[in-house]
């Protein structure tokens, strides 16, 4: 078996598998390049939860219309804890994205709620996690709400 050679200094993504960049370059340019619809992700699946605005990737210019990469947040995560415990790998923002935090990226059970108008989106996030109780989630409040506009 061929060894991989280790990536550049500073390319936390260098271990993906051949195309899974490129990939992510094709969407990220997709993303961008409406001109009616903000450009917005949503994953539940990273066991986490937080919202980041990326504005260049790698050398792709976002600006114009930034991606709003939100994770919902999973509800149900318990019992042996969070993903990055047995892998050693926590959530972060890679090296090649340039990407301002709305929300900390945080790894805690949750779920998020959007509000969709013709003009804006309003997002309130949600967050819960063991030792508190399961009753808790019942009652409670957003500790985040922002807005994204529509583009000009």
Known sequence: ??????????DDKG???PGWFAQH???????TAQKQRAAITISGDF???GATRITRSDQLDLSANPINAILAGPIST???GF????????PFTPAKLKA???????????????????????????RWRP????????SLKPYSTFTIQRPA
């Open 1 to 10: 078996m061929a060894r991989r050679a280790l990536p550049p200094q500073g």
């Open 15 to 17: 271990y993906w598998q």
């Open 25 to 31: 370059q094709r969407l990220a340019a997709a993303l």
């Open 47 to 49: 066991h986490a939860s």
């Open 78 to 80: 318990v019992g042996s």
């Open 83 to 90: 993903p990055s415990e047995a892998r050693g790998a926590f």
């Open 100 to 126: 301002t935090e709305i929300n900390k990226l945080e790894e805690r059970n949750g779920f998020t709620l959007f509000d969709v108008y013709p003009e804006r989106i309003e997002v309130r996030q949600f």
């Open 131 to 138: 030792p508190e109780p399961v009753a808790a989630i019942a």
